[in-house]
């Protein structure tokens, strides 16, 4: 199998707007480079002057250069069969396609973005742009921000990758979507203009019916993952009939997760009930034991008949919090199901555990503190709204929780904190609260650490 590894050069802005000023491709078997093509494209527009101190190219420079047509049998071939890499693949990958598509061609190559496979291959860093991620790794650019010295250095960094990881690498090539299996009523154009941001998205049948509901932090390439072929029928059944697609954005993925649940109650989608499988299938839940105390412990919900203090996605998930939750208010390990014994738990002998797993603590003490846990998943009636990113940079986002209840969630204009907290209600689209909704806020904010709460 070989690798492309492109840079391109533009004349700024997004991929409908902007033209190719410089690409560079490397070809690559996954050892080292075994073939180059590079060359300056003449835009047809002239270059900005920001792009021009930030690359060094001119309209003097591109004047004399081919135009992209003149390039594009030639990029084509040199692609054939190829899996197409570039650092931060969506940005080059989507200016290529788009101008291929200028020509009448659909260009589409299985693709792997360097920049989420180092965050995998090699994790911890502070930063994995591609000057940074370099200069970690030792890898020399010679021309920053000029197609050739780009590409080169993501090609030294892609050799570093396949090396670490040569089989986990495969993971993260994205195939591409076939025409040929999807609704031919399906407007694949439309699809390379849904952007990769957190919302919700809605799929219909060509009888203009509501046939599933989705939602994702990056929605283009969820729905990507949709339209390729599906590993179970029921998934391949519904790929087939998915000729029309709509979109929210939702800034936030709080509010995504919250307004699929919502959506998907109250309007039913075919495919989401043949789909239906419960996303948070364990529990944590309580009982008391004969002593007097309060037992914690964990259980998958469909085997029992109350409702759970909180609902986790796998059992993992489940113990690893309460294995925090321990820590924080000194809780004991056998009392919540993590440490199986007849006698004192591990954290006794090191002095974290009071010692209520051997009645060296009375079940009143402790069961004030297993309450004051209990509690504060209820948020102690508290009233707060949870800010985070807009929809576009001039709004942001809120989620409004009122005596420890979700009451709804909007978006409110860049500047309205300038508002006293009480005010910003009228941002604020009302809703119900359920079940489902309060484990998605509870599991949001155990999973978000820098969330942004104003209380009120």
């Given at each position: ?7 391109i ?9 902007s033209?190719?000023?410089?690409i560079?491709?490397y ?5 080292t480079?075994?073939g ?12 900005p002057?920001?792009i021009?101190?930030l ?8 004047a ?25 693949v969506?940005f080059d990958?989507g200016?290529?396609r788009?101008?291929?598509?200028t020509l009448?061609?659909d ?6 973005c ?5 965050r995998?291959v ?6 994995y ?11 020399e ?6 197609a050739?010295?780009?590409a ?10 396949f090396?670490?990881?040569p ?19 399906l407007?694949?154009?439309?699809l390379?203009?849904i ?9 219909f ?5 509501l046939i ?6 990056h929605?283009k390439?969820?729905i990507d993952?949709?339209?390729r072929?599906?590993k ?6 519904m790929?087939?009939e ?10 936030s993925?709080?509010?995504a ?7 998907i109650?109250?309007?039913q989608?075919s495919?989401?009930q ?6 948070f ?7 008391v ?6 037992q ?5 919900t ?5 409702n ?5 996605s ?6 690893t ?7 924080k208010y ?9 440490y ?7 954290h ?7 010692g209520a797993?051997?009645?060296?603590e ?6 004030e ?6 509690n504060?998943?209820s ?8 800010v985070d990113?807009?929809?576009h940079k ?5 989620v409004?929780?009122?005596r ?5 969630f ?7 904190q300038?508002?006293?907290p ?10 119900s609260e ?6 998605i806020?509870?599991?949001h904010l ?8 104003i209380h009120?």
């Open positions: 199998m070989n690798y492309v590894i492109v840079d050069e533009t004349t700024g802005g997004s991929p409908k707007a033209k190719i000023t410089e560079a491709i070809k690559h078997d996954g050892t480079i075994i180059e093509f590079s060359s300056l494209v003449n835009p047809e527009m002239k270059i002057e920001f021009v101190r690359t060094g190219i001119s309209d003097s420079m591109v004399s250069a081919p135009k992209f047509y003149e390039l594009a049998k030639e990029i084509i071939e040199f692609t054939e069969g190829c899996i197409f890499v570039a650092h931060n969506g990958y200016i290529l788009h101008e291929f598509r009448g061609y260009y589409r190559r299985p693709h792997l360097t920049v989420r496979t180092s995998y090699i994790p911890g860093l502070e930063s742009s591609l000057g940074k991620l370099s200069r970690n790794l030792g890898i650019i010679v021309g920053r921000h000029r050739g010295g780009d080169l250095a993501t090609a030294h960094l892609f050799t570093l990758l090396e670490k990881d089989d986990n690498l495969q993971k993260f090539i994205q195939q591409e979507v076939n025409p040929k299996i999807l609704h031919p009523n407007d694949l154009e439309n390379d203009e952007p990769n941001k957190p919302g919700v998205y809605k799929f049948n060509d009888l203009n019916q599933y509901i989705g939602k994702s932090k929605i390439n969820r993952q949709h339209l072929n599906s179970t029928k029921k998934g391949t059944q790929m087939a998915i000729s029309r697609i709509e979109y929210d954005l939702t800034g993925e709080l509010i997760l919250l307004s699929e649940s919502q959506l109650k109250s309007l989608p495919y989401n043949k789909l239906k499988k419960s996303k299938p364990y529990g944590l839940f309580d009982r034991d004969e002593k007097g105390y309060i914690l412990y964990i259980a998958l469909s085997k029992k008949a109350e759970p203090i909180l609902r986790f796998t059992k993992k998930e489940a113990s919090y309460i294995d925090k939750m321990c820590e000194t809780l004991c390990q056998k009392l919540c199901d993590l199986p014994t007849q006698s004192a738990c591990f006794y002998s090191i002095k974290k555990c009071s797993c051997i009645q060296a009375s079940a009143t003490d402790y069961n503190r297993v309450q004051s846990f209990i504060n998943l948020f102690n009636g508290e009233s707060f709204y949870i990113k807009g929809r001039s709004e942001k986002s809120l409004l929780v009122e420890g209840s979700i009451s709804g909007g978006f409110a204009p860049y500047h309205f300038g508002l006293a009480e005010n910003w209600k009228q941002f604020i689209d009302l809703v359920d079940r489902d909704a309060r484990t806020l509870n599991q155990r999973r978000t650490e820098r969330n942004e709460i009120f």
